[in-house]
């Protein structure tokens, strides 16, 4: 969840896409990289209600963004 970006989701379409995860290095540094698996990376059917939430938060995000 830590790694997801509005680019991955289409609410429209109701799909999350998963293309990148979060470490943590030895040093404490985080860093993202591609799933350590070709089934890492995968599409998520969204629900129409998180959809709705989803649009809900991005449109509060932009107001506080102005």
Known sequence: MLALRWS???LV???LSVV???HQLRDG????RAPKTA???????????T???LREHLEQQKMVSL
């Open 51 to 53: 959809c709705s939430v």
């Open 39 to 49: 089934k890492g990376k995968r599409m998520i059917a969204l629900s129409p209600v």
């Open 13 to 15: 379409l109701g799909q």
């Open 20 to 22: 990148r995860s979060l």
């Open 8 to 10: 991955d989701t289409d």
């Open 29 to 32: 540094k985080m860093v993202f």
